[in-house]
């Protein structure tokens, strides 16, 4: 059997108008500002050269069990559980939200059985760090952290905790944590991540006035946030 | 593995955004489910054998993170729904706030909205995605003809839905030329 001709290309079968909007569904593009950003993020999420493979890392712990990217996510979240910094310190640069969901990728990741589809590399659960499973041959290649690393992680912990608390329907408790984490990172890079768990703490706590009032703050403080369009649903005016 | 990687990236990062938002991610979680994608197929590269094309295999990998994203979605507002494998597959995007009130892409959406969901997902692959039949066949699991036969009907309605609001508008602006 052979494909019909597609719209887009079949001059005279298709009308002016049909081939114009499927031509317009096709140049369809995410935003190149948006792109670069995201390539960003997934390029420091892969192991720099030189660093020894997490297959290699995994292969050197018995587990056999762990592929190279499920273990590279693992490797970044151990790091930043222990307050070591690997292959994730560029990713733990990243100030981007998505940034802030990673380890709890990573950190199932690390511990689910053996890959055998892409689902499993992608659960999310709330386990606990387990920096027993650092090997030595990753330890001996990490570097120091500095001063704006280990506060950008701790930062990123606190906003995971909070967001885990939300997530188990526990807004009482997020609140409390982002209450906290306001105080001891007043000026954090993760301040619009905050605000937004925030919003959508108070709306789940049923204080949907405050969450109105400053999902509107949020959305004139950073209107072209990831997050605008989730924190718009808390503007009940 | 990197090069290759970044290859892929800028050759269809544009069709995993797409195809995410059509499977119903929503705009703020589409970076990270994007991102996700693409640790994926780093992840199995290597074992990619190329027995299928490559936009065929980034789709299957679209459509489980999606599903799961969904899944979590659903679970997470304790209102879990039941839902074939069929159903879940549902590649309507979120124009209106992905294109920034671009016209055309809200016509699209409006009439590919108006489409049965099975025959609005092959005539987007083909019409849109510019799959071949096969490929259709691939991702979604569905014999070659009936691939065809669905793509047909989506034309037809496609035909309808757009005829239909090009008549709605005339008659509209017959009005507001009465009107004025």
């Known amino acids: ?237 | 593995m990197h090069s290759e990687l970044e290859a892929i990236y800028a050759g269809h990062a544009d069709f995993v955004w797409r195809t995410l938002l059509r499977m119903g991610v929503s705009r703020a979680d589409v970076g990270d489910a994007l991102q996700d994608v693409f640790l994926v197929v780093h992840q199995q590269l290597a074992s990619f054998e190329g027995r299928s094309a490559l936009s065929t295999w980034l789709f299957t990998i679209c459509r489980t993170v999606a599903t799961k994203r969904r899944q979590r979605y659903r679970r997470e507002r304790e209102n879990v729904v039941d839902s074939s494998p069929e159903e879940l597959i549902d590649l309507r995007a979120d124009v209106g706030r992905a294109a920034e009130h671009n016209q055309e892409l809200i016509l699209l959406e409006t009439i590919l909205e108006s489409i049965d969901a099975n025959q609005r997902n092959v005539f987007i692959l083909f019409e849109l995605e510019k799959m071949s039949g096969e490929e259709i066949s691939e991702a979604l699991g569905i014999p070659l003809g009936t691939a065809y036969s669905r793509l047909q009907l989506a034309r037809n309605s496609f035909r309808q839905a757009l005829t239909r609001h090009q008549a709605k508008a005339r008659f509209e602006d017959l009005r507001a030329g009465g009107n004025s």
């Not at chain 1, 420091?44 to 069990?65: D, H, Y």
């Not at chain 1, 590279?72 to 310190?89: E, N, P, Q, R, T």
């Not at chain 1, 969901?101 to 199932?108: D, R, S």
């Not at chain 1, 892409?118 to 990490?142: D, F, G, I, N, Y």
Request: with cysteine; aromatic share 4%.
């Open chain 1, 1 to 237: 059997m052979t494909d019909p001709i597609r719209w887009s290309e079949a001059g005279d079968s298709a009308t002016e108008t049909e081939q114009m909007l499927v031509r317009s569904g096709q140049a369809q593009q995410m935003p190149s500002e948006e792109k670069r950003a995201l390539w960003s993020q997934i390029a420091g999420a892969l192991p720099p050269a030189g660093v020894p493979t997490v297959a290699q890392t995994a292969a050197g712990l018995g587990s056999g069990s762990l592929l190279a990217l499920k273990g590279l996510k693992a490797l970044c979240v151990l790091a930043a559980a222990s307050g070591l910094v690997i292959a994730g310190y560029h990713w733990l640069k990243q100030s981007r939200p998505a940034a802030v969901e990673k380890p709890a990728l990573a950190l199932a990741a690390s511990l689910a059985p053996a890959v055998t589809a892409p689902v499993s590399a992608l659960e999310v659960a709330p386990v606990a760090p387990q920096p027993e499973a650092l090997s030595a041959s990753a330890a001996a290649t990490q570097a120091p952290a500095s001063s704006h690393a280990s506060q950008l992680r701790e930062e990123s912990l606190a906003v995971m905790a909070a967001r885990q608390a939300l997530r188990s329907n526990d807004a009482p408790r997020a609140l409390h944590l982002l209450e906290q984490a306001q105080q001891r990172f007043k000026k954090g890079a993760l301040a619009e991540e905050r605000e937004a768990l925030s919003i959508e703490a108070l709306a789940r706590s049923g204080q949907i006035a405050r969450a109105s009032t400053r999902a509107q703050a949020f959305l004139t403080s950073y209107p072209r946030s990831p997050h605008a369009a989730d924190v718009q649903r808390f503007i009940t005016k």
